[in-house]
C-alpha cells in the first residue's frame, strides 16, 4: 500500500529526517495540538480506512506488535499503531531502494553541503570531510547521519561512536544515510547509555588457526527478527579473514548484517574492516539459509555501510563489532567468550588442519 495515499507526505518526512523513534515522533504531533502537523495527522488517523487498517492486521507479525500497544478495542490506538507501521513500511522502503542507487545524484550526496565530497565505488565517503567532534557528523552547517544497518534509526549509533573516535579518521569512509540530513540549528542528537564492548577471545587459538573455525547460533529470544547468526575464521595469505552474518527471518523486513575483518596474526591487530547490510528476495532468503557463509557465493543486493583501512587493536575491534551488531545477543555473547562451542544451540563448528 501506498503510505501517501494515506498519511499526508509532510508527516512522513518528518519522520524520514528525523534521528529519533518513529513512535515517540508521532507521539509528540498527536499530544501537541500546537504542532503545525497536528491536524494533518488527526486527520488521517480518522479517515484511515477501515479495509487498511485490516490489512495491516493480516500479518500475524503487526497484529501481536499492535495488540501489545493497543489494549482493549480503542479504536484510536489502534488506528495510530497502524499509521506508524504503514509510515515505517514507507520509509524502510525509500530508504532500501536510495540504497541501491549510484552515482552523485544518489540522496543525499547531491546536497549542497556535500560540495567537495566524491562518493567512490560503494558511494562512501571520507569521516575526514566531517567534524565529529559532538558525536555526529557535520559539514557546513547540515548534520549527516551514518546508514543505520536495520529499521531503527539508532542501530548505527554505537559502532558510530568507535569510527569516530578512530584517530586516522582518514582511513575511514561511510556511506551516508539517504534520508536523515538536518540544519543543524534544528538538530537534537539522541543520546543511548548502554555498555557495548568486546573481551578477549582465546586470540592464539585465532592467530595459530589452520584451515577454518565456523559457527551458526540460533536466537534464544522468541521475538527476535534473526533466524540465525552465521560466523567464520579462515587463514589466508593475507591473515585471517573473519565473516559474520546476522540472517532475518524474513526479506521483507530488513536486511542482513554483515561484517568482513582481516587479522594480522602476527601483531594481533585487523589491518582492514568493513560493514554492509545484504538486501535478499525472500526466494534468495530461502536458499541462503541452506547455506554457511563460508560457502556462499555472490547473492543478494550488498550494500557496503564503513570501511576502515587502519589497523585496529582487539579492544577497538571488538567493541566495534560488538557495536555493529548491536540487540545480536549472540554476537555480544561471543565477544565475552560465552558462546564458543555451545552444544545446546548446535553450532556448527569445525577446524581443518
Known amino acids: 500500500m501506498a503510505a501517501s495515499s494515506y498519511i499526508p507526505e509532510s508527516v512522513i518526512q518528518l519522520v524520514a529526517t528525523v534521528d529519533s523513534d518513529s513512535r515517540r515522533i508521532l507521539q509528540g504531533i498527536q499530544c501537541d495540538p500546537h504542532h503545525p502537523l497536528n491536524a494533518d495527522f488527526l486527520k488521517a488517523l480518522a479517515v484511515l480506512p477501515d479495509e487498511v487498517v485490516e490489512e495491516v492486521l493480516t500479518d500475524p507479525e503487526l497484529r501481536d506488535g499492535v495488540e501489545f500497544y493497543v489494549s482493549g478495542n480503542d479504536p484510536s490506538l489502534l488506528r495510530f499503531e497502524v499509521a506508524l507501521r504503514i509510515i515505517d513500511d514507507e520509509i524502510y522502503r525509500r530508504r532500501r531502494e536510495a540504497l541501491f542507487q549510484k552515482g552523485p545524484e544518489t540522496p543525499p550526496y547531491q546536497h549542497p553541503a556535500l560540495s567537495g565530497i566524491e562518493p567512490d565505488h560503494h558511494m562512501l565517503v571520507p569521516l575526514s570531510g566531517f567534524n565529529t567532534r559532538l558525536g555526529f557528523m557535520v559539514r557546513n552547517g547540515y548534520v549527516f547521519s551514518p546508514t543505520p544497518p536495520t529499521r531503527s534509526v539508532n542501530s548505527q549509533f554505537w559502532s558510530s561512536r568507535v569510527l569516530f573516535r578512530i584517530q586516522a579518521v582518514e582511513s575511514v569512509h561511510i556511506r551516508l544515510d539517504p534520508l536523515l540530513v538536518a540544519r543543524r540549528e534544528d538538530y537534537r542528537a539522541s543520546v543511548y547509555k548502554v555498555d557495548v564492548f568486546g573481551r578477549d577471545l582465546d586470540w592464539e587459538r585465532i ?147
Not at 521475538?223 to 587463514?235: G, K, N, P
Not at 552474518?245 to 530488513?254: C, G, M, N, S, Y
Not at 543478494?300 to 545480536?328: H, Y
Request: neutral net charge; charged residues 30%; hydrophobic residues 35%.
Open 207 to 353: 592467530r595459530n588457526l589452520k584451515g577454518e573455525e565456523t559457527a551458526r547460533w540460533m536466537p534464544d529470544e522468541m521475538t527476535s527478527e534473526i533466524h540465525f547468526t552465521d560466523l567464520v575464521w579462515q587463514c589466508r595469505d593475507d591473515g585471517v579473514h573473519f565473516e559474520c552474518e546476522e540472517i532475518p527471518k524474513r526479506a521483507d523486513k530488513r536486511p542482513s548484517r554483515y561484517f568482513h575483518s582481516i587479522l594480522d596474526p602476527g601483531t594481533l591487530t585487523f589491518i582492514h574492516t568493513d560493514a554492509a547490510v545484504r538486501f535478499y528476495t525472500q526466494e534468495e532468503l530461502e536458499v541462503r539459509k541452506q547455506t554457511h557463509l563460508n560457502h556462499l557465493s555472490k547473492v543478494g543486493i550488498r550494500v557496503k555501510l564503513f570501511r576502515v583501512d587502519c589497523p585496529l587493536n582487539l579492544q577497538t575491534w571488538t567493541t566495534l563489532i560488538a557495536g555493529s551488531f548491536f540487540w545480536n545477543n549472540d554476537i555480544q555473547r561471543y565477544f565475552r567468550a560465552e558462546r564458543l562451542f555451545d552444544v545446546e544451540y548446535a553450532p556448527l563448528m569445525k577446524k581443518r588442519a
